[in-house]
């Protein structure tokens, strides 16, 4: 019973730390729309199901790629959705 109070105490740390990116991430969101720099996420984000969309980006590149702050995921993002910022 103990290792299963250990992986519930887990769980709850980790969706208190995915609660806690979403929240940032609608921080961020917030601010960076107040300007012209990211208008594709920024139109994504008031669409149905388009924040969701945007935290799932934020969330795979914080867990994925360790060293990706919530702002660099958002301009990585905007980069793979704005054809005006695609690298060749």
Known sequence: MENLNEVLEINEEVQMLFDKIRLMTDVYLNEICKG???PYICNLKDTK????????????CAFNYNDFSISEALMEMERSMNPNMIND
């Open 36 to 38: 012209k720099a990211t």
């Open 49 to 60: 199901g388009g924040r969701e969309e945007i935290h799932q980006y934020v969330l795979n």
